[in-house]
C-alpha cells in the first residue's frame, strides 16, 4: 500500500512539474467583481482546504457583501482596509490548478489612485482578464486599464462582461458592451479578444456553460484558460542574461549569476559581454549547483567562462553573433504613478533589468487622452498619465524594444530622493544621435586652462529666498576675487532669464529647465578654468543635487543664503512678496511655491544676522 501511494505522489508531482505555467492579471474598473470571479475560480478548481472555507463562512458573517451567502471576493482581499471597505488595495497573487495547466492569478486593484499597483501586476502577466460590470458598460478605468495591459505587452485579453443576472441576461446588453470595447481597442495590437458574458457571484460560464444564456456558443472562461496559447510558437530569440551577481567565493571560481531572459544557452557557445562588447566561450552552467548541458527562458543559472574578462553586475550576457543595441538616448512609453508632477529635465534612478542610471525626461512628445488615445500637448506628466517621451541616460543601456524584450526593453524611475518608484517605462526605440554623437577630443582640458590662470576652477552656487541677498553677496564675493587677480564669472537669476532663459516660466516644469541650462553652462565655464559664481534660487534638492553631480569632488560649493523670510518681505524693493500674497503674482517660491532648503551645504551664512560684509568674509576664508 505505502508503495502504491508512494508511486502515486511521485506520478503526481511528475505531471504537475511538466505543466505550463500561465500568469494572468483580473482589471477593470471599481467593483466590477474582479475578486469575486477569482474565488470562484479558487472555489470551482478545488484550491481552498477545509479550514481555509470555514474561516471564509465565518468571514462573510463579518464582513461580506452578499447576505447569507459565502463571499469569495474575501478569499483574494486580505487586507482588514480591503474587507471593511469591499474594495482591492493591493495586488493579490493566488495560484490554482486544473489538469492542464498551473496558474498565478494577479487580483488587482479598480480605483483609480491604485494604478500603480495594477501596473504591477499587468508587468508580469501572458494575459489579462479585464471586467465590465454589465450595468456600468465600458467606463474610463475600464480604458486606462486595457491602455496599460496593451503597453506592458499583453497580447490575449478575455472581456469578462460580469453581473450578467443583474441585468437579466440580455444578450442586447452583451453585444453593446463588447462592440463599444472592440472598437475602442481596436489599434491596441491585441492577438485576441475572447468575450465571454458571465456571473462570477453564480459561477455562470465560469467553468461550466449556463443555462441562463443559450445564446452564448462560446468557451467557459476556464476553457478559454486551458487552451489559449500565450507563448509564441515560432521560437525563441537569441540569448540574454543580465548579470546579477559576480560569484567569488574563492580564487578558483567566478560565476555570472542571473536568470536567462531570452534563449537558449549551452556549454561551448560565444557569447558577448555588453556594453564591452567582450566576446567569450561559455565554460559550464550551474543550476542548482549541478551541471546542466542547457538552460532556458526563465532558468536561474550561474555561468562560468573560459576566460577572465571584466564582468559586473548589470552588464549583459548575449548570443555572440546576434546582440542587442547599446544607447543612452530612447524614446519610451511613460505611466506616471504618483500625484507629484513628472517635469522634464528633472533627474531620476532608471532600473533596467540588473542595472541602474541616472536618466532624464528630455522632453514629452505627447500625452495620450486615456479615452480616445488622442495625442495631447503636455509640459508635465500627472497621476497615471501616459505618454511618449525622451529620454537619456547618464551612461548606456544594454536594450531592445519592450515588443521584442519585456526583461531588456521595461525600466522603471525612481525619485532620488524618496526612493519611491514614481514611473513605469517601455522603450520603444534608441534615438539615432544617441549613436551619431561622441565626444570630441580636445588638446587643453580643464587642468591646463586652469594652471594658465593660476587657480583652482570652483563653481560656488548661492541659494536662498528671493530677497536674501544671494546676488548682493556674490557680487561682493567676485569683486573681491577679481581684486585679487582671479578670473570669475557671475551667473544671476534675473540676468539669465533675459536671453538664455527668456522663453521659461516659473512653473515647477520650467524651473527645472532653468537649473538644469544655468548648471549646463556653468560646468562649461569651469571647464575654462574659470571661477564661476551661480545665483539662484533654485528652491529645489533635486536639481541642485543634479547641478553638483555635474562637478568634480570639491569643484562645487553649496552657500545656503539663510535669510528668515521676514526679513526677505521686508527688504523687498520690487514689491514681489506682497504681489504674491495678494494672488497677482504665482507660483512664487515661499508663498505658494515651495523651498526646499539645503540639507548638508558647504557654506550655511545667516544672512539675517550676518552683515554683507560678514557674509563675503565667511565666503572667502571657506573658499581659501
Known sequence: ????????????????????????????????????????????????????LQALETDSRQYGTQGEKIDLALLVDGLQAEREQGITIDVAYRFFATDRRRYIVADTPGHEQYTRNMATGASTADLAVILIDARKGVLTQTRRHSRIVAMMGIRHVVLAVNKMDLVGCDQAVY???????????????????????????????????????????????????????????????????????????????????GRIAEGTLRPGDRVRVLPSGVSVQVKAILAGGDEVDAAEVGDAVTVTLAAEVDVSRGDVLVASANPPEVADQFEAKL????????????????????????????????????????????????????????????????????????????????????????????????????????????????ETRAAQKHQTPRCVWFTGLSGSGKSTIANLLERRLHAEGKHTYLLDGDNVRHGLNRDLGFTEADRVENIRRVAEVARLMADAGLIVLVSFISPFIGERRMARDLFAPGEFVEVYVDTPIE??????????????????????????????????PEVHLEAGRLSTEACVEVLAQALG
Open 335 to 446: 505611466l506616471w504613478m504618483v500625484e507629484h508632477p513628472m517635469s522634464p529635465g528633472r533627474q531620476y534612478l532608471l532600473k533596467l533589468a540588473c542595472k541602474e542610471v541616472t536618466a532624464t525626461i528630455t522632453a514629452i512628445k505627447y500625452r495620450e487622452d486615456v479615452n480616445t488615445g488622442a495625442h495631447l500637448a503636455a509640459k508635465q506628466l500627472g497621476l497615471n498619465e501616459i505618454a511618449t517621451v525622451n529620454l537619456s541616460t547618464s551612461a548606456p543601456l544594454v536594450f531592445e524594444p519592450y515588443g521584442v524584450n519585456r526583461v531588456l526593453g521595461g525600466f522603471i524611475l525612481i525619485d532620488k530622493l524618496s526612493l519611491e518608484t514614481v514611473g513605469a517605462g517601455m522603450i520603444d526605440f534608441a534615438l539615432r544621435r544617441s549613436s551619431n554623437i561622441h565626444w570630441q577630443a580636445l588638446e587643453l582640458n580643464k
Open 567 to 600: 526679513e526677505c518681505e521686508r527688504r523687498d524693493v520690487k514689491g514681489l512678496y506682497a504681489k504674491a500674497r495678494a494672488g497677482a503674482l504665482k507660483n512664487f517660491t515661499g508663498i505658494d511655491s515651495p523651498y526646499e532648503a539645503p540639507e548638508a
Open 175 to 257: 453585444d453593446a458592451i463588447v462592440a463599444e470595447y472592440r472598437a475602442f481597442s481596436a489599434g491596441f495590437g491585441f492577438v485576441d479578444i475572447q468575450a465571454i458574458p458571465l456571473s462570477g457571484l453564480d459561477g455562470d460560464n465560469v467553468l461550466h456553460a449556463s443555462a441562463r444564456m443559450p445564446w452564448y456558443s462560446g468557451p467557459s472562461l476556464m476553457d478559454y484558460l486551458d487552451t489559449v496559447e500565450v507563448r509564441d510558437p515560432s521560437g525563441r530569440g537569441a540569448f540574454r542574461m543580465p548579470v546579477q551577481w559576480v560569484n567569488r567565493p574563492n580564487l578558483d571560481f567566478r560565476g555570472l549569476c
Open 1 to 52: 500500500m505505502s508503495i502504491l501511494h508512494a508511486r502515486d505522489i511521485a506520478s503526481y508531482l511528475d505531471r504537475q512539474r511538466n505543466k505550463e505555467t500561465v500568469r494572468f492579471i483580473t482589471c477593470g474598473s471599481v467593483d466590477d467583481g474582479k475578486s469575486t470571479l477569482i474565488g470562484r475560480l479558487l472555489f470551482e478548481s478545488k484550491c481552498i482546504f477545509d479550514d481555509q
